[in-house]
Nanobody
Framework: VQLQASGGGLVQAGGSLRLSCAAS????????MGWFRQGPGKGREFVAS????????DYVDSVKDRFTISRDNAKNTVYLQMNSLKSEDTAVYYC???????????????WGQGTLVTVSS
């Protein structure tokens, strides 16, 4: 599966952005999905994940109650709604796809190219 992330940009602290990740192919609905990020000078960090049906989600503690992951299987797209953004959320955000019919939490086998989110304080 090929993944194309979009929606990044420059936003002031306290603002919101919605990231989208469009997947090609016919296996999107049978893959759990996730978002990761890599901030300046930092390693890649898990942000959120969602099961195949969307019924189960998980978040890193630092974004709980601010970020929401969702998916639309009819559109082959996973979203990350980011509210109350902070300067420490500045990073390149990547979407990732779990293996087809894989379990949850997923074992990721495909990665998108990343979209830059910059939060100004």
């Amino acid at each position: 599966v090929q993944l194309q992330a979009s929606g990044g940009g420059l936003v002031q602290a306290g603002g919101s952005l919605r990231l989208s990740c469009a997947a090609s192919g016919r296996t999107f609905s049978v893959r759990a999905m996730g978002w990761f990020r890599q901030g300046p000078g930092k390693g890649r960090e898990f942000v959120a994940s969602i099961s195949r049906s969307g019924g189960t989600t998980d978040y890193v503690d630092s974004v709980k109650d601010r970020f929401t992951i969702s998916r639309d299987n009819a559109k082959n797209t996973v979203y990350l709604q980011m509210n109350s953004l902070k300067s420490e959320d500045t990073a390149v955000y990547y979407c990732a796809a779990g293996s087809p019919w894989g379990g949850y939490p997923p074992r990721y086998d495909s990665w998108g190219q990343g979209t830059l989110v910059t939060v100004s304080s």
